[in-house]
């Protein structure tokens, strides 16, 4: 819902003073597949950057070489093979332990894989492939202070591992660690230069602290990177969203234009050209939303918005009722109900929906603030902790588990543990 929907003016007026910023969609699961990837997918890549390093001609090496290969070809039959042969030769048991320790963490089996790569991190040509296999079971654990440590022990003798600097990001990120999640994105990004992930999560990051004119630059390197990666029409529909926010509707509307059909860009597309004062074609565009996606939140504030725009209050009451059923704790549409049941001569409705409205954005006023300071006070438990509060009063659990889970690690480990 971009914020001019939240005024009667067409033009690209700016929403009422009183509207608070809209609720960050941060997930502590979205790093996986937005950065990481499938965790099979992370470790073929580490498994070929170790494959390409020379270890001679001898029995072992050939086959683990081999080995390597099959695995990050995903022939977990042939690379077992191989293992088992290393392992029965008895001359390179630690590059045994590590082709086991990789298979088991491809697999899912963790805790094994940590016990193997455990011992595999002693031979000095496989410690640092081995450390960044082990903070990817821990991530994968959700034991991050055990895979940031791993990880960190990996830079101290490859600063320039790119997938270590990728899996710390991930981790910092799901805890809302951001200036180091950043950092660490930034030096991923330089370091593999053809990955267009690492722009995108910057982009997705500043869109969700509402720093819109930063984050797309990001997006658009990410898709210069790829244009053609698996999520480009989300990419693009993100580039659209923060385009828009930063009143730029026609360079939205021609990211759009790349975009597959679908509610959520219909929607988009309306407020674009609702912004612009397309009325017509805003309409038009949202019929084929709300055609599709009934309950579409953005769709029913939009469509209520024009309705009243238009002198049709009652009908415009339908609108923002719907939308409250469907999202009683959206701000927008309490207020915006406000200004119907206003117009309609519906005073006292009017002031119950104001009262409601105001109770909301006093909460998310809060949160937009604290959201603000846990980027600029990485270490502040408190902060996350009453994060987590605001974020289940109004109705966000996901958000509630992201700050919950960050600000217990970042709770000191009592002493009586540390002996």
């Not at 992370?42 to 029995?59: D, E, K, M, P, T």
């Not at 580039?239 to 759009?256: E, W, Y």
């Not at 923002?320 to 409705?349: C, N, S, V, W």
Request: charged letters at 25%; aromatic letters at 6%; glycine letters at 6%.
């Amino acid at each position: 819902m971009t914020s001019e929907l939240a005024t009667t003016n067409p033009s690209e007026a700016a929403a009422p003073q009183a509207k608070p910023p809209k609720l960050p969609r941060t997930s502590a699961s979205r790093s996986r597949w937005l950065l990481v990837g499938a965790a099979a997918v992370a470790v073929s890549a580490a498994l070929a950057i170790v494959g390409a390093r020379h270890y001679g001609l001898g029995f072992a090496d050939r086959k683990f070489e081999a080995a390597l290969t099959a695995l990050a070809q995903g022939d977990a039959s042939q690379a077992r093979q191989y293992a088992r042969e290393l392992k029965s030769s008895g001359d390179a048991p630690q590059r045994a332990s590590f082709l086991r320790g990789a298979m088991l963490l491809k697999n899912g089996y963790y805790y094994p894989a940590l016990d193997l790569l455990e011992k595999a991190k002693h031979d000095p040509e496989l410690k640092v492939r081995a450390l960044t296999l082990m903070g990817q079971a821990w991530y994968q654990l959700g034991r991050h202070v055990e895979a940031q440590t791993v990880l960190r022990e990996a830079l101290k003798d490859a600063p320039d591992s790119a997938e270590a600097h990728r899996w710390l990001a991930a981790s910092y990120y799901d805890l809302g660690v951001i200036d180091d999640a950043v950092r660490h994105l930034l030096r991923t990004a330089e370091l593999d230069p053809t990955d267009p992930r690492p722009h995108r999560l910057l982009g997705l990051i500043h869109k969700d602290f509402e720093r819109y004119e930063d984050a797309i630059p990001f997006y658009q390197e990410s898709l210069a990177r790829n244009a053609d990666q698996e999520d480009a029409s989300e990419i693009r529909q993100e580039l659209a969203v923060c385009q828009s926010k930063a009143r730029r509707n026609r360079d939205a509307l021609a990211t759009l234009a790349r975009c597959s059909a679908q509610p959520a860009i219909e929607v988009l597309r309306a407020e674009c050209h609702h912004g612009l004062g397309q009325t017509a074609e805003a309409k038009t565009a949202l019929a084929r939303a709300l055609e599709g996606d009934p309950d579409n939140l953005d769709g029913l504030l939009l469509k209520g918005t024009i309705l009243l725009e238009e002198g049709d209050a009652h009908s415009a009451i339908d609108a923002f009722r719907r939308a409250i059923d469907k999202h009683p704790k959206d701000y927008t549409a309490h207020f915006m109900l406000a200004q119907a049941y206003g117009k309609a001569g519906e005073q006292e409705l009017a002031k119950a929906e104001h009262e409601a409205a105001e109770k909301i954005r006093v909460v998310r006023h809060e949160f937009s603030q604290l959201h603000k300071a846990a980027w600029e006070r990485p270490d502040d438990i408190q902060v996350r902790l009453r994060l987590a509060a605001l974020a289940q009063e109004l109705g966000r659990p996901d958000l509630a588990e992201v700050w919950l889970r960050s600000a217990a690690t970042l709770q000191p480990i009592p002493s009586s543990q540390n002996k």
